[in-house]
């Protein structure tokens, strides 16, 4: 369930133009992700925040492979903001993503439109729709896709956990704009596709510095965190599904 949503957030501006559909990952990339919606009001306290900070864990530099995956795991900040640039063909978008308590909303900024996914952590609920449009989808954790909850809990887990059954050729310690980062790299080939992904993780945190999709030999999606702050004061209106939308099950 993990990767589900991790390879979510990988794809998931990929077809934000054409597609309407949730920011919970799919497997294998085969089913067609979904784009997000908005509510009609955001309110977020502007107060003074705290920034990510070099991490004092002592990371195991010289492993690699599940070896060092199994060592890396994740504890949450009560909150946080990140902002990422999507690059797809000749199109760039912004997400932003809000945390808190386990419940998370993503703002997808893409051609003219936003869109936006909010999971209520309290209902186990995920509501997506576009700015500006009266209707929208919900689906609940436990018959999302007919499968068991797909809520992300990083506390106890290791990233070998979230990609024990996946197709990961490389894991290795780097470094990306002076930040030390696992780098991971997947590779599928299914019905004539031929696919790299590739991850660059936060040590301390399992926030995304970098990904990028490669496909025979050409890259196709590209992923940078460009800002990411933690312990920020969130109003918990941005978690709730918004008045004036009529939601039908996805």
Known sequence: MILKRILAIVIIVALTAVIFGCSKPQENQ????ATTAVPQTTTVQQTETTTEQTTTTEVPVELEGFELLETINYTMPDSYVMETTISMSDMTSIMTTYFKGGSQRTENMNMGIKSISIYDADEGMTYMYNEGDSTGFMSSDDVYHGEESAVVDWEGTSL??????QPVVEAKIVTINGKEAVYMELKNTYEGYNQVTRFWYSVAYP???RY???DSGTIIVTGETTKFEINVPLDDSLFEKP????????
């Open 30 to 33: 085969t089913d067609p992700p």
């Open 243 to 250: 008045e004036g939308i009529e939601f039908q099950n996805y």
């Open 207 to 209: 926030i995304l510095y």
């Open 212 to 214: 990028e999709i490669e």
């Open 160 to 165: 070998a956990d979230a990609f024990a059954d």
